[in-house]
């Protein structure tokens, strides 16, 4: 029996899920469910876990591509979002093989046999058509809300190799920034980017190249999805405790970038006439981090009157 991974990063076990995605995400659990209703009893051989749609770098540039303090182990079977488990206390050392061993134990739990010994390999081909179970990624809004909501490195980077997959057939932190590149540069827009969060000091960008980018995307198909994405001012996630009692208060919906010595702040606010402005700040030599967004806040409630 094989359980192959396709870079989800919200699988996890419904304990994990409830305490770090307020229960959204695919469940383990239910995949031993369908394999008890397909009437599997008993495996004659062992499960083996398939993480290959994804390179072997756990990490990206930043951290020599081993496991970031940032950022969980990645992998093609993302497992508790890199963690050991819902106390968020540690990094799995192979969330493909605490899948792995996890998936086996739901399976005995059900009553189905199965030897408690795994071993990781690719799936072969001959089985793709065999499936007996499956669980599904939420939405891809619903990702990019996770994603930008609260500044989510491991999705940030696990989505980009899953770019890479998707349209370059290899599941790489490279391939899935060259696409992002070749996209940026279609709105108009140059971007060098290394990974996907922004933590690689390499990543590089103008101020108008991400108003143009913004721009652009604004008016697309997923325009709205992409706007809902991001934090509001004053009220959520990452802009939950700023610009309260300013205009830019319900009316901004931008995306932070903190590093050492670097501040940023982009994204659209809404006049009160209807008007939507697309901005962003980027500030470098930061030595005082909170005077730094007090100064993009003052920005962003001035285009709020606007």
């Not at 192959?4 to 469940?27: H, N």
């Not at 990645?74 to 968020?88: E, I, K, M, R, V």
């Not at 696990?158 to 940026?184: D, F, M």
Request: aromatic letters at 6%; glycine letters at 12%.
């Amino acid at each position: 029996l094989y359980l192959k991974g396709d870079g989800d990063p919200s699988l996890g076990t419904k304990v994990f899920l409830s305490s770090y995605l307020a229960g959204e995400g695919s469940a383990i659990e239910n995949l031993a469910n369908q394999a008890k209703k397909a009437g599997i009893k008993r495996v004659t051989g062992r499960l083996w876990g398939d993480d290959t749609i994804f390179d072997r770098l756990g990490g990206v540039a930043d951290s020599g591509y081993a496991t970031s303090p940032y950022i969980g182990p990645l992998s093609g079977l993302a497992f508790n979002a890199g963690f050991t488990g819902s106390s968020l206390s540690s990094f799995s050392s192979n969330p493909a093989k605490l899948a792995t061993k996890t998936l086996v134990r739901q399976l005995r739990s059900r009553g189905i046999k199965i030897q408690s010994q795994i071993a990781m390999a690719k799936t072969p081909n001959k089985t793709e058509s065999m499936s007996i179970a499956r669980v599904t990624s939420p939405t891809m809004t619903w990702m990019a809300r996770v994603t930008n909501l609260n500044s989510n490195n491991f999705f940030a980077e696990t989505l980009l190799k899953g770019i890479g997959a998707a349209v370059r057939g290899t599941g790489t932190t490279k391939a899935g920034a060259s696409v992002s590149e070749r996209y940026a540069a279609k709105q108009g827009s140059a971007i060098k980017q290394t990974d996907g969060s922004g933590l690689t000091i390499s990543n590089r960008s103008t101020a108008a190249n991400v108003v143009r980018m913004l721009s652009r995307v604004r008016d697309r198909p997923f325009g709205d999805s992409f706007v809902e994405s991001l934090p509001v001012a004053g009220l959520d996630g990452t802009l939950r405790d700023r610009m309260r009692g300013s205009a830019a208060k319900g009316r901004c919906h931008a995306k932070t970038g903190t590093l050492t010595g670097v501040s940023a702040l982009s994204g659209y606010c809404f006049n009160k006439s209807g008007q939507k402005f697309a901005f962003s700040i980027l500030m470098n030599g930061v030595y005082n981090l909170a005077a730094a967004q007090r100064g993009q806040d003052r920005i962003a409630a001035l285009i709020a009157r606007l």
